[in-house]
């Protein structure tokens, strides 16, 4: 079993961690150093059962929940103490929001004029506002409409840029308290929207923060700065939100996640149940010829990709998967320095069920499918716990993700053009010919029915089959999907790009 060749587990040692009142005093951040398999099982046994409260930070675990010091002791297992006070580096990091983020975001929100620059934006963890704000300023960006509501009454924000035939989608913080994730997921598309090369060749999707709520719930004075999930209550107890990466509708409720309300890996009560997950997995169906798809996570540094639900067997596309997760990996090292693992998600981390790289993979045909856990790793300095990296993090994590992108991209690019569809559309395929697993993008293909506009089209299985000036007037076939194209006056340009979901 993975777990018997973990190395490093970090908990949060917590009496009162994730207690009402936000409070981590007295709180450690501790790692283990299992060296065998009998210290692995004492760990996992204990993981598993939770009445020991593990939240476990790092990827090399099955569960999580919480622990104490007392606790920990009564284990027998050696560790170290990385972070002795987790209430100070919390204090540490408000503080210096307080003098930052927080003057940048209350200017922004009472309407005053700000200077939203990459020498603005990167020197803190920023709001969702602020971020949202500074992608929507950047050159060539299109803020699309919202793609969803939380449970707060939050818009899901996603942009576009780009005008190749391949769409790529990517989003960070879909977990609340992994900040680096929003910040480099913003990093980069600053970065990628630089790149007209890149830019040719695809057409980019991105979704800076999917979780704002629990986003904004980790950043408030008020909040909990290592919740995890969404903020929907969940009924018969005071244990909030759901796992966003365990609501989607592939495997979903298998092992690799809990049907504990309390768990940090709470699958939810149905699949796609959140906003979140309903509203991305509606939201990537809607875009023709969408062959890739990253999910941003901290931390561990891996490259990772489908299957997350068994660690037996590869997946149908698993050399190309793992030649651009290896490339990616290889980009890194080469800027920064960094080692990132890379392979199946499940055999190279652990398992995991309703996840995202599963989801897209499997059940919507993205074969490009990746799951990327940002720095720091395992060996990150003492005093800097995983999930609250240094400021200063943020532009190297943003630069060392930025040429992963454009490796892994760049090789993807070049295997779509070396094995054209045979279809006569003026689009490229998508890739979901080469999973079988049942998705609505494909559908048996529906016939081309007489459609009465110009400035939208009606697009089935990716390739345009009419257009149309009015999706509600639209008469597209079944199976096809009314796409608006109204910001911009190249219809037909437009089709590979954003559609509104609204099947016809
Ligand atoms: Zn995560």
Redesign the pocket.
């Known amino acids: 079993m993975k777990l018997l060749s973990a190395i490093y587990f970090a908990v949060a040692a917590a009496t009162t961690a994730f207690a009402a009142d936000s409070r981590y005093s007295g709180d450690q951040v501790v790692r283990f150093n299992v060296t065998s398999p009998k210290d692995a099982d004492i760990l996992k046994d204990a993981i598993d059962k939770g009445g020991l409260g593990l939240d476990v930070w790092t990827h090399r675990a099955s569960a999580a929940g919480k622990i104490d010091v007392r606790a920990i002791k009564k284990l027998g297992l050696p560790y170290t103490v990385l972070v002795p006070d987790l209430q100070a580096l919390v204090d540490a990091e408000r503080d210096h929001m307080g003098k930052n983020s927080e003057v940048l975001h209350n200017s922004l929100m009472s309407g005053e004029p700000v200077q939203l620059t990459a020498a603005t934006i990167f020197n803190d963890w920023q709001s969702y506002e602020t971020l949202s704000a500074f992608i929507a300023g950047l050159p060539g960006v299109t803020q699309l409409p919202s793609i969803g509501k939380t449970y707060q009454g939050r818009d899901i924000n996603a942009f576009k840029f780009g005008t190749g035939p391949y769409a790529v989608v990517f989003n960070g913080g879909?977990?609340a308290r992994?900040w680096i994730?929003p910040a480099t997921t913003t990093y980069v598309t600053d970065q990628l929207v630089k790149n007209a090369d890149l830019l040719k060749k695809f057409t980019f999707y991105v979704i800076p923060v999917l979780n704002p709520d629990g986003y904004a719930y980790t950043r408030a004075a008020s909040g909990q700065r290592y919740h995890?999930k969404n903020l929907e209550p969940n009924a018969g107890t005071s244990c909030i939100g759901t796992d966003i990466?365990r609501n989607f509708d592939y495997m979903w409720s298998k092992p690799g996640a809990s049907s504990d309300q309390c768990s940090d890996t709470y699958y939810g009560k149905a699949a796609l149940s959140t906003a979140e997950a309903s509203s991305l997995s509606k939201f990537i169906k809607s875009i023709p010829n969408t062959v890739g798809y990253v999910?941003l996570?901290?931390y561990s540094e891996m490259f990772l990709f489908a299957n997350g639900y068994t660690c037996t067997g590869q997946v149908k596309d698993y050399d190309t998967l793992y030649k651009g997760s290896k490339l990616a990996a290889d980009a890194i090292k080469a800027t920064s320095g960094e080692i990132f693992k890379y392979g199946g998600s499940c055999a190279t981390s652990y398992k995991t069920s309703g996840d995202t790289v599963d989801y897209m993979y499997n059940a919507v045909g993205v074969t490009y499918s990746y799951t990327l856990?940002l720095r720091p790793n395992e060996n990150a300095a003492s005093g800097t716990a995983g999930f609250n990296p240094p400021v200063s993090e943020i532009i190297p994590s943003g630069q060392e993700t930025t040429a992963a992108f454009l490796a892994l991209w760049n090789y993807v690019y070049g295997q779509l053009s070396a094995t054209p569809s045979p279809s006569t559309s003026p689009l490229p395929p998508t890739s979901i010919s080469k999973t079988s697993a049942p998705t609505s993008k494909t559908a048996t293909p529906a016939t081309t029915s007489a459609a009465v506009c110009s400035h939208t089209v009606c697009v089935t299985g990716g390739k345009l089959v009419s257009s149309c000036s009015d999706c509600a007037k639209a008469v597209c076939a079944k199976d096809s999907y009314c796409c608006n194209t109204s910001w911009d006056s190249t219809c037909v340009r437009e089709v590979s790009q954003y559609c509104t979901g609204v099947a016809c």
């Open positions: 879909i977990h992994e994730s995890r990466n999910d996570h901290s856990e």
